[in-house]
T-cell receptor, first 116, second 114 residues
C-alpha cells in the first residue's frame, strides 16, 4: 500500500533554533500533503494544506511565519518550525493525498518535537 | 462548522468481547466518514470508510454504518483481540474535487486484555 515516511522521528532542540521535518510519499505521487499537530492524548489538529508547487494554505490561528511549509515536489513536503519555543513541543504528523479515486489520506508515522 | 464527537475513553475490554465505539458528527451536506486506527508508535491507518448514507464500511472484522438520520458512524467488532489495542479516530471530510480536509474526533484509546 501507499507509504508515507517522516524524518526525523524525534528531535530535541534548544529554544530559539529552527527545526525541519520532512514528509515523503515513498511509492506514489502526492498532489496534496497535510500537516497536523497532535498534543498528548488529544486529537489531530490540521495546521496547513500544501499543494505541490504552490503556497500552503494555513488554518486559522496557525502562524505561517513560524511554521514554514514547502512542497517542492510530488513526493516531498517539509515543515520548518522557526525560532522554536517550548510551547511548540508536540507530535507533528503529515499525510499525503493522491488523485487515485480513493479519496484517502495516507499518514506518516509522526515526528516528536521537544524544545528545551 | 463540521465536527466529530467520539465516545470518551479509555475503553478496556477482555479478549473476545464485543466492541462499540460511538461516533456522531455535525456537518453541512453529505460528508464522507472514516475510522482511522493508530497503533503505538505508528501513524494513522485507514480502517474503513463510507461515502454515503446507509453505506457500511468493513475491514479486519470491524464495521461501521453511515446513519444519516442519527448522524452517526459507530464502530463495532464482534470479538476483539489483544492486537486491536490502539487509538481509534472517527473523522469526516467534505466530498468534492481534490483533497478534502479531515476533521477528527478526539480519539478513543482501546485496551484489550488477554
Amino acid at each position: 500500500g501507499a507509504v508515507v515516511s517522516q524524518h526525523p522521528s524525534w528531535v530535541i532542540c534548544k529554544s530559539g533554533t529552527s527545526v525541519k521535518i520532512e514528509c515523503r510519499s515513498l511509492d506514489f505521487q502526492a498532489t496534496t500533503m497535510f500537516w497536523y499537530r497532535q498534543f498528548p492524548k488529544q486529537s489531530l489538529m490540521l495546521m496547513a494544506t500544501s499543494n505541490e508547487g504552490s503556497k500552503a494554505t494555513y488554518e486559522q490561528g496557525v502562524e505561517k511565519d513560524k511554521f514554514l511549509i514547502n512542497h517542492a515536489s510530488l513526493t516531498l513536503s517539509t515543515l520548518t518550525v522557526t525560532s522554536a519555543h517550548p510551547e511548540d513541543s508536540s507530535f507533528y504528523i503529515c499525510s499525503a493525498w493522491t488523485s487515485d479515486g480513493t479519496d484517502t489520506q495516507y499518514f506518516g508515522p509522526g515526528t516528536r518535537l521537544t524544545v528545551l | 462548522g463540521n465536527s466529530v464527537t467520539q465516545m470518551e475513553g479509555p475503553v478496556t475490554l477482555s479478549e473476545e468481547a464485543f466492541l462499540t465505539i460511538n461516533c456522531t458528527y455535525t456537518a453541512t451536506g453529505y460528508p464522507s466518514l472514516f475510522w482511522y486506527v493508530q497503533y503505538p508508535g505508528e501513524g494513522l491507518q485507514l480502517l474503513l470508510k463510507a461515502t454515503k448514507a446507509d453505506d457500511k464500511g468493513s475491514n479486519k472484522g470491524f464495521e461501521a454504518t453511515y446513519r444519516k438520520e442519527t448522524t452517526s458512524f459507530h464502530l463495532e467488532k464482534g470479538s476483539v483481540q489483544v492486537s486491536d489495542s490502539a487509538v481509534y479516530f472517527c473523522a469526516l471530510s467534505r466530498r468534492g474535487q481534490g483533497a478534502q480536509k479531515l476533521v477528527f474526533g478526539q480519539g478513543t484509546r482501546l485496551t484489550i486484555n488477554p
